[in-house]
């Protein structure tokens, strides 16, 4: 199983917390019961980890006319809203919440040139909340594809997640299905799309990242 890097140092934390619990309970507690429940908890929290960080290999659907899903999860409301912060008009927005259990490694769901990044500081409300996308912790990632259309996608920090790392850079192009970054801990991710974007997933629908086609342009 293949771990991403930005799992690295909290899973040797988490690990090496984890073992001296363990062992502290092991050494003081006279109740085999104690020992044994502690030395699960621990076990399952640094498995956890390993699992929570992991990197899936996938078969990357690549198709210029399609908008493959950044990232795992289910599909939670597909809505045409308006879009204040760079298109400045109505959009169709497909909202993605991932869980615990998701991959939270998120990709680029169309190739082109990074036409806009932007970090923003923020609160931490419930990522299933419509108001995350404006009010949470997230970054907004603008590619242009080679025929000039405009995607939208935006990473979403949730009430537990503390931190959206981005790689997009302004000005450079990335491919379909290439790495975008990583949410960790519980999370959403907004697709912005043009209105009249002919959508293939609804509300409810289970999604995987490089994979799973969302929209066709």
């Known amino acids: 199983m293949k771990i991403h890097k930005e799992g690295y140092t909290i899973i040797i934390v988490n690990a090496v917390i984890c073992a001296v619990i363990a062992a502290a309970v092991i050494i003081i507690s006279d109740s085999m019961l104690a020992k044994w429940i502690v030395s699960a908890i621990c076990l ?104 000039g259309q405009e995607i939208l996608f935006r990473q979403i920090a949730g009430i537990v997640a503390r931190r959206v790392v981005c790689y997009a850079e302004e000005g450079v192009r990335f491919g379909q299905t290439d790495q975008a970054g990583f949410i960790k801990f519980g999370s959403r991710l907004d697709v912005f799309l043009p209105l009249g974007t002919e959508i293939l997933v609804k509300r409810g629908d289970k999604v995987k990242g490089q994979e799973t086609p969302i929209a066709k342009l």
Not at 92 to 113: A, E, Q, Y
Request: aromatic fraction near 16%; include cysteine.
């Open 44 to 147: 399952f929290l640094a498995l956890f980890m390993l699992t929570f960080f992991r990197v899936p290999t996938r078969n990357c659907r690549i198709d210029e006319s399609l908008v493959i899903s950044p990232g795992d999860g289910k599909v939670v409301k597909v809505k045409e809203v308006v879009e204040n912060e760079y298109f400045h008009g109505k959009c169709i927005r497909v909202s993605i919440f991932l869980t615990f259990f998701n991959v939270h490694v998120t990709w680029f769901p169309v190739g082109g040139i990074v036409s806009y990044y932007k970090y923003h500081p923020g609160k931490y409300i419930f990522a299933w909340h419509h108001k995350s996308s404006e009010k949470n912790e997230r970054t907004t990632i603008v590619v242009k594809n080679d025929n």
